[in-house]
Each structure stands twice: as C-alpha cells, then as structure tokens.
C-alpha cells in the first residue's frame, strides 16, 4: 500500500514511473514489500550494534543498499522503523501462540502459554530492548507502548488478548469482557519490563513470574463478576485512557 | 555506631586514637555523623554531575575533603553510599508525610498525601533517577528496592504504608492487614517507576496517576476481606517473596 498523504505516494519511490494500472498495482506489491524489509532488517542490524540514538536514516539506506530518499519514502523517520519492528514482533509473537490458542481451552493455559511465546520471540532482542528500554518507558514518548502512535501494533496485542479470552472457558460478562484483554494486555507491559531487566541465565525468572502470576490472573478473572472487581476494571481502564491522552 | 566485622572499627578512622571510654563514644557520634554526611553530600553531587559509573570512591573522598581511607572506613562501595541515599530518602519522605499522618483519619487521604510526599521530597533527584535507574532496576542488583542490601530501607518504607493503614478509619481483618502494607509499597514503586519517566512539567502526570489510583487503592482495601481479594494479597506477596529469593 502507498503511504498516504505523501506527494510520492502513486510511485514505487523517487524517480520511479508512476502507477498507472491495477496491474502495476499487484507487481509492485511483493517488491516495495522486500525494500520495506531489507530497509528494517538494517535498521535494527544498526539499532543493535550502534544504539538507536547513534543510527542515521543514511547508514540504514546505505546498509539496505538504497538510496536515503527511498528509504524515507517508505519510513520517514528511525522512529517509524521502531513502529515496523513493533508490528513485526507482535506477528512473530502471533505465531508463536497458534499452537496453545488453537489446542488449548483452559484460560490460565492460553495465557501462559501466549505470555511464554511473547518472552520467547524477543529473546534475540533483549540485549536491544535493555538498551532501547529508555526510550520506549516514557510516558509521553511516540516509541512508548501507550502512545497514539504505537496504537495499531497495540491494538493488535490487544485482539490476541480477545482471543486468549473468547476461545477459553473462562465466564466473563458483557461489558467486563470488553476490557479486560486491555487489562491483559497491560499485565504483558508489566511482564517485558521485568524481562527488559531481568539478568537470569535464560531469564528463567521472567518465566517464574509468568508461571506465578497466571494462576493468579485466573483467579481474578474467574471472580471477575464480583461488584468490586468490575468497578476495579473501569476504573484502571479509565486511569490508563486519562494517562494516554 | 562503629560499623560491625572491620579492624579499624574502635577508632573514628584510620590513623585515629583508639576509643578508650564511653565519654568518647557520645563525643564521637555527631563528629562521625557530620563525616558520613559530608562524604555522602560529596557522592551525591558527583553522581549526579559525572554518573554513578563514572564516579571513584577516590573522586568522593576529595571533595568531602577526607582521606580515601576514611571514606572507605565509612563506606565500603558506592553501592553503600547509594543505600544512605535511599536511607536518607526515606527519612525526607517519613517527615513530609508526617502532617497529613498526624491529622487524616481517612485512609484514601493518608495515601494520597504519602504518595505526594514522596513524589515531592525526590523532586531534586529526578534527573539522576532517569540516569541512575538502569542500576536500580535490574532484579539482581543490590541496589534494586527489592534486593537483599535495600532491605533496610524498604522495611522502613513498608512500616510507614502500614502507619498509613493502622492509623486509618479501614477496617481489615488479621493476616491480611499484615501484608497490606508490603502492597502498598510495592504500589509505591510502580509510582516511582511511572515518575522516573514522566517528562510532563512538574511531573503532573506523576500526581495525577496518584490522584486517580487511590480511590480504586481504597476500594480493593474496604473489599479486601472478600475471599478472592484476600487470596490474591497472600499469592501476590508470595511471588514478591519468590521472585526476591
């Protein structure tokens, strides 16, 4: 898909024919698809080895052997290739959690099971995320997990969150079951900043954590219907809305 | 007090007469104190003007104008010195808590102006709390809250979340009163840890995520004797007490 509301958008990049048919639409696609990818796989080749803050758009499109124009026609900032990065470690942690959504009914199974697969796919970056950890934990900043910006790879950690709960046998009620994979979803926040910190060999204590807290969350959710505990839900979820915006 | 399990511990320091009576002990005390002060002023300066990596025991003795051999009779690491740090903290947060303490019977009013006062008395530090929290936050270190070497301070921290609830108007019942406060504190941190990284001018957000958690703090409290929520208390301090071992 082109970018929308840049001025090269009808193109397949700087001083290339513009699109003119449905056509050249499909042929594009698998092409802007693998520079979109050689361009992230330096970016974070860089972002490893150099820091985030020392990485230039020019050493990234010079490593993606691209022009520095063409790789800010498809990422107009280091920022938005943390944004492709986030979205490509939600699809890999996706995959991950096929196997336990598609097998297991259990709700404390599906969600050890999704948090495990999260730890498990970002074991390669944990060097990174130690690193990076800064930018991404404040509050106002476009790279933190809450921001505007991060919305569409959160709301699709959110969704996996729906389904570790719609799939299970867990009983939550109506308005209750709408938030709640957010509250999930936020208790994941709370297990990658342990792991970003966490220094164990194998971070064998982020996976206790996980294999103690979900029993826990189990037990929460299964008395979810309690008065006490619905108000509880609004009102994190409303503390968390009044934060972000 | 001289401090235990070091040969140099009868005298005020290396070099120094031996202590012979207990007139010099009481002479000896705020001598000692005003040392300990001074070298602790010196380290905090250079911590937060040079980094807490970047600053020698050397570098501290001389600007607190003592003998390298007498910080270390003092102090036997930086990580010590970080310890005084919080001890001194926490002595700053006890009295700015101690009005609203002396004069709330209300336990939502007791936390919030507890939380506030912490928030205030660190006000100074924030900037070398972004820089210095990589250290504090790695499980294992001993200068995170939750290790072995800060539990001085956290038991402290912990004795003054649980004035906050036994000077209350809660009512809750036996051994779930007595880890309460251990939540409480742990609550505290996740405060402290939003506030580290809260760029907002006079970090509003910090007191605004105050504001806004204690009435849901003081709900789950009034409730805390429904089973589920007393299950919870004793599971969540289990996993603190595992996860610190």
Not at 166 to 173: H, I, N, Q
Request: charged share 25%; net charge positive; glycine share 6%.
């Amino acid at each position: 898909m082109p970018r929308p509301g840049r001025g090269a958008a009808a193109t397949d990049g700087p001083g290339q024919r513009p699109r003119v048919t449905g056509v050249a639409d499909l042929a594009r696609t698998p092409r802007a698809q693998q520079t979109r990818a050689a361009i992230t796989d330096a970016a974070l080749a860089l972002f490893r080895s150099r820091g985030y803050e020392a990485t230039t758009m020019r050493a990234i499109a010079q490593r993606a052997g691209v022009s520095t124009g063409n790789a800010y026609y498809y990422f107009s900032s280091k920022e938005e290739l943390i944004q492709e990065f986030y979205a490509r470690s939600h699809a890999e942690h996706l995959a991950a959690s096929r196997a336990v959504l598609d097998t297991e009914r259990d709700f404390t199974a599906r969600l050890r099971g999704t948090l495990r697969a999260l730890i498990d796919v970002q074991a390669p970056y944990h060097e990174f995320a130690a690193r990076f950890y800064k930018y991404a934990a404040e509050p106002a900043s476009p790279l933190s997990p809450f921001s505007k910006q991060s919305s569409p790879t959160r709301e699709a950690s959110i969704a996996l969150y729906r389904e570790v709960l719609d799939g299970s046998d867990a009983r939550v009620g109506g308005d209750l079951a709408a938030r709640l994979p957010e509250l999930l979803w936020l208790a994941s926040m709370g297990v990658v900043l342990y792991w970003v910190h966490d220094t164990s060999p194998g971070c064998a204590r982020t996976y206790r954590l996980i294999d103690a807290a979900v029993p826990v969350i189990g037990r929460l959710v299964a008395a979810s219907r309690i008065p006490v505990l619905r108000a509880t839900v609004r009102d994190v979820t409303a503390i968390i809305d009044e934060l972000r915006s």
